[in-house]
Structures are given as structure tokens and as C-alpha cells.
């Protein structure tokens, strides 16, 4: 199967740095996507890795090693709006589309 | 204008009636989507239209029935449903219908059966 596992729910404190861990299964892997999911909300495109290593985007950053199947996201100067769920979700070969996580449930306190 | 919109947002129905999800999508994409998301689990796909073409089938009931009479709109029509397919109904779209493509999703249709 494509199995995907992350943390069901996390917390974090308001200005800390958090990282939600994503594994999944290596064989016909054609990229990794991170979803931000507000309650209530559709999910919201984050980042896209293909390429081992760390892309960048302001306050989060996404993280890919290829032989290991693992990603991670990293939020940093974490905001209380950040608190949401974060969907990790793999894109395969010969597959038109996406097979999602369960998702984390972040929770930021004061 | 929101890029992907679904209508209705929420919808109460009973087990014998027919209803129709609607999604339209204003991004000029060719692929669009039908994801089911029930609580704790991991969004499943259910249904891929490429082009308006039928590209998969997620083993879906026959109670689901997608319809995409052009790459804008796609429609869900639902009839004799179970109380286990309230869930929150997602429609997402793509540039194309290639697994690199981020995909944009609508807020969603939450959908109880009584």
C-alpha cells in the first residue's frame, strides 16, 4: 500500500518551533505535498518536495529525504492561527492522484 | 471570487432522498476531484475527472454518482445514501491531472444523512 503516517496531534507553544513528521512508502514515489487544514476550512496548499532536501517558504519550511520516505514540516515563530491540522500527502507514479495522511492536529497555546 | 467553490455547505438529508453536490471551479484547471473526509481518517478520493473525462473510480458505491459536463463544473448526485456516508464531501481541482500538480480545494459540503 501507499501507507502515510504522522502524528495524530501535537502542541506547541506560541513563538516555538515545531516539527510534524511524515513517513511514507518509497516505491513509485513522485512527490510529497504538506496541506494546511483549519476547521471548518478546505485544505490549503503549503509545499511541494520532489528533490531531496529543505525548500524554504517564510515562517515554514518542508524537508525530503527520498531513501528514507520521510518529510517533515517546520514551523517556526509559531502564531496561534497557526493552530490547525497539517496533512501530509504523496503524489505516485502511474497514479493520477494524491494519497493523504491522517493529518496532525496542531494546537498552539499562549 | 474564491477559486474553487462548493454549494451547498451543508445539507440534511434522509436515506431515501436525491440530492446533487455541486462544485465549480475558477481557476481554469483541467482535473477536478471528489474527496470524502470523515472524522480521524485521511481524506479519501473518490472520483477523477481529467479533461471531463472519468480517469478514476475509487471503488465507490453506486449511490455516488459524479457527473462533469465541462472542466469547470463537476457534480456529485447522491441517492439512497447510509447514515455512514455523512462526512465532509471535498472538491478539489489541478492544472492537470498529474500527481505533482498542487491541488485547491472548496471549503466542502457537510452531509448528514438522517
Known amino acids: 500500500g501507499q501507507n502515510i503516517d504522522q502524528p495524530t496531534e501535537m502542541t506547541a507553544t506560541e513563538g516555538a518551533i515545531v516539527q510534524i513528521n511524515c513517513t511514507y512508502q518509497?516505491?513509485?514515489?513522485?512527490?510529497l505535498f504538506w496541506y494546511q487544514q483549519h476547521a471548518g476550512e478546505a485544505p490549503t496548499f503549503l509545499s511541494y518536495n520532489v528533490l531531496d532536501g529543505l525548500e524554504e517558504k517564510g515562517r515554514f519550511s518542508s524537508f525530503l529525504s527520498r531513501s528514507k520516505g520521510y518529510s517533515y514540516l517546520l514551523l517556526k515563530e509559531l502564531q496561534m492561527k497557526d493552530s490547525a491540522s497539517y496533512l501530509c500527502a504523496r503524489g505516485g507514479t502511474g497514479r493520477r492522484a494524491l494519497t493523504f495522511g491522517s493529518g496532525t492536529r496542531l494546537q498552539v497555546q499562549p | 471570487e474564491t477559486g474553487v467553490t462548493q454549494t451547498p455547505r451543508h445539507l440534511v438529508m434522509g436515506m431515501t432522498n436525491k440530492k446533487s453536490l455541486k462544485c465549480e471551479q475558477h481557476?481554469?484547471?483541467?482535473?477536478m476531484y471528489w474527496y470524502k473526509q470523515s472524522a480521524k481518517k485521511p481524506l479519501e478520493l473518490m472520483f477523477v475527472y481529467n479533461f471531463k473525462e472519468q480517469t478514476e473510480n475509487n471503488s465507490v458505491p453506486s449511490r455516488f454518482s459524479p457527473e462533469c459536463p465541462n472542466s469547470s463544473h463537476l457534480f456529485l448526485h447522491l441517492h439512497t445514501l447510509q447514515p455512514e456516508d455523512s462526512a465532509l464531501y471535498l472538491c478539489a481541482s489541478s492544472d492537470t491531472g498529474d500527481s505533482n500538480q498542487p491541488q485547491h480545494f472548496g471549503d466542502g459540503t457537510r452531509l448528514s444523512i438522517l
Open positions: 481557476l481554469g484547471h483541467n482535473a
Open positions: 518509497t516505491s513509485g514515489f513522485n512527490g
